[in-house]
């Protein structure tokens, strides 16, 4: 029997094409031969960076008696989930509903029908820690199968009848008021660990939409505690080993409460989260740690995750080879102290030791530690750590490298470029902004067809056949706006307002409600809905703010009625769940604020007072603020009309809730404007 996955996309999938396991991609004919030779389907869902998929294929996926199993009873189905969000989320909500918990790998047993009928996550090769073997998981499966097929036939019934009716009870369609909002802040400090930053206990993950919704409270209302939470977080986990201190970006979530050990792999999605919220951080506070690392994390984005066609990889793997042929997690990123003294002699590399907390027991693995920036670090020569760092940089990139995933996922995408497009506004980073463009231009020749629906992958230049989800028209439009308010090219809101009316009209139901896939999507046993944010912003509170941040930029009463009612989700969960409602209680901020919208005009787009007030009305703190920047008299953008020249200068005008300022040509006149 053949394996299918030679000509697919996903370099997950490419990963598994040699396997002995004669896998099909995720398709109607798969589902056809399980009914045609009356098997089982296996459905094993994972991702290119994921340590335990890893794990398991080597195990499992690898053996030819397992394989030979597997192409003899099953037919095996393998699913990228950063590919097939939808499916991933179906079979994901059933594995949570049966087991209590899930996780990838995901291992979920289907009828022909892709009925569900048993679950699991990884499975060993030998029995242990309570587990069963998947040989002996295998051989359950097919018994069911064989001897008590009406039973399998009940239970997967049953589970699909139970998903099919989980509707969700989103509230209302009003949109969150003050109450809520307070209510949501106090559940987050119930929840905030003073001693380390963050929320919860262990593993603790980077709460970066939970931080834009305090910097934004703060902003509106000046709670100082909001401000409070969100900076000494951002510092916490930038003095972590979760950042990496000599190239910048974060890893995906530390396994301590400390932010010390990380689970190594980078994804892009954290990253450009993260690059947004230091930014925004500094924008608040001017803090140097957050400039710093912001333009790091920026620079790490387009350093390492950059593609030869100007879009964005997902993710930098946690494992690597340690030298020995063997992959180990980590091995990239760790030091001993005597590694640190062989590449920078006795004295630097005494000194780095003390600087980035590496002792002779180790704070990882075997001696090993995870370089972090110890709170009592003490007075240090600028220029002499610079040497270090530098040294320790160029000694590291000579080991073998992390694998990266090429591919190319359009919701993540607009993530990166909404972040690079305002870390290169604020710090005079033309280079940033340039990177953020070229990727927005790859979406547009290569994504979007002639209808502007969204593909959501590509790679290598080459576009996945995977239609785009929510999230992926969602953050694609937010990160078009981000470069509509930075550059002035009336273009990107063009494209944002062609990607937010297939959202009005192919993923709202007339309740207001939001689904994850289009009503022409591939019909699943269930159409996925999920308004939370987990990793990233969920598709559902994504468009909420990229639907009211485009109502602001042109006067659309669609969109904006659009978002009031999905931000009803917002005002039903953002005092019960706060941590899982970040994004969500963020746009609802910028609803209270207006949001307000700022149009600023020039004689030219060179003029250096015109320059000057475009950057005042970028940094200004007022939650969710839209920006026009362009000639007096141009109709580039909808804010732009009627704008003239004051007495012949450069003029901001700024409006809120149907009532406008006195234009103003004055920047410290608009920077009181644009705050509190």
Known sequence: MPNRLAHETSPYLLQHADNPVAWWPWSAEAFEEARRTNRPVLLSVGYSSCHWCH????????????????????VSVKVDREERPDVDAVYMEAVQAATGQGGWPMTVFLTPDAEPFYFGTYFPPAPRHGMPSFRQVLEGVRSAWTDRRDEVAEVAGKITRDLSQREIDYGSTEAPGEEELSGALLGLTREYDPQRGGFGGAPKFPPSMALEFLLRHHARTGAEGALEMARDTCERMARGGIYDQLAGGFARYSVDREWTVPHFEKMLYDNALLCRVYAHLWRSTGSDLARRVAVETADFLVRELRTTEGGFASALDADSDDGTGKHVEGAYYVWTPAQLTEVL??????????????????????????LQLPQDEGVFDADRIASI????????????????????????????????????????????????????DLLVRLHLDEHAKLA??????????????????????????????????????????????????GFVDESGALYDTASDAEQLIRRPQDPTDNATPSGWTAAAGALLSYAAQTGAEPH????????????????????????????????????????????????EGAKALHRTALLG????????????????????????????????YVCRNFTCDAPTTDQERLRTALSR
């Open 55 to 74: 794990v398991m294929a080597h195990e499992s996926f690898e053996d030819q008696p397992t394989a030979d199993y597997l192409n003899e009873h099953f």
């Open 345 to 370: 002699g006795e004295e630097d590399g005494g000194l780095a030791a003390q600087y980035f907390g590496v002792t002779e027991d180790g704070t990882f693995e075997e001696g090993q530690s995870v």
């Open 389 to 440: 760092k530098s040294r320790l940089l160029e000694a590291r990139s000579q080991r073998p490298a992390p694998g990266r995933d090429d591919k190319v996922v359009a919701a993540w995408n607009g993530l990166a470029i909404a972040a690079l497009a305002e870390t290169g506004a604020y710090f005079d980073r033309p280079d940033l902004v340039e990177a953020a463009v070229s990727a927005a």
């Open 456 to 505: 959501r992958t590509s790679k290598d230049g080459q576009v996945g056949a995977n239609a785009g989800v929510l999230e992926d028209y969602a953050d694609v439009a937010e990160g078009f706006l981000a470069l509509a308010s930075v550059t002035g090219e009336g273009v990107w809101l063009e494209f944002a307002g062609f990607l937010l009316d297939h959202v009005l009209t």
């Open 560 to 607: 904006r009625t659009a978002a009031e009612r999905a931000l009803g989700v917002v005002k039903a969960l953002g005092p019960r769940v706060p941590r899982f409602i970040g994004w969500g209680l963020a746009v609802a901020e910028a609803y209270l604020d207006g949001p307000r919208e700022v149009a600023v005009v020039g004689p030219s787009l060179d003029d």
């Open 621 to 652: 703190t007022a939650p969710g603020a839209v920006v026009a920047f362009g000639v007096a008299g141009s109709d580039e953008l909808p804010l732009l009309a009627d704008r003239p020249l004051v007495d012949g200068e450069p003029a901001a």
